[in-house]
């Protein structure tokens, strides 16, 4: 028995020295008010991480929506401007271009004979288009060029010769 309240005796005094020994409430609440503003800081700095990658998204898109717009030529029903991507002296072997422009997605290729029937100096040049304006030319005409190495250029178009080479196709 004896060792038993000896036992309990310590026990109670080492409680009782844990507590006056603990923390005084200015500790306490100096404690807790750096875990809220720890708690601040992190959030604030999510908030602005958050803000930084949706700047940067909507950088990007822009970017993607800049370069998208100087890709796009609006062709024209009668325009008078073509790119001319190649020249064949073989009518055949330039219809057969033209059809590969055609499974490239440009479906406005077309052939043109150009020269002198008489003499035998004929050229059967494929073309593309027709746009409004040169720029819209010129901007097709470059996109071409980046996307297949194209040696082109822009041509005003002969109203009478463009025409019935295009119905023709």
Do not use: H
């Not at 609006?74 to 073989?90: I, L, T």
């Not at 033209?98 to 043109?112: H, I, L, S, T």
């Amino acid at each position: 028995m004896k060792n038993f309240a000896l036992y309990t005796f310590t026990i109670l005094f080492s409680i009782a020295l844990l507590q006056a020994c603990g923390e005084d409430e200015p500790e306490v609440a100096e404690r807790d008010q750096q875990a809220i503003e720890d708690s601040l800081q992190q959030a604030y700095q999510e908030e602005m991480e958050q803000m930084r990658r949706d700047s940067i998204e909507q950088a990007r898109a822009d970017s993607i929506a800049a370069a998208e717009e100087q890709r796009r030529v609006d062709f024209s029903d009668d325009g008078d401007f073509v790119v001319q991507v190649e020249a064949w002296r073989s009518e055949n072997k330039a219809q057969q271009q033209a059809e590969r422009w055609k499974d490239r997605g440009y479906e406005r290729a077309f052939v043109v004979t150009y020269g002198n029937s008489d003499t035998g100096d004929l050229w059967y040049r494929v073309r593309i288009g027709r746009f409004e304006t040169r720029d819209m030319a010129e901007r097709f005409k470059n996109m071409i060029s980046e996307d297949y190495g194209a040696q082109s250029w822009v041509s005003r178009i002969d109203q009478n010769v463009e025409q019935g080479a295009m119905q023709g196709n």
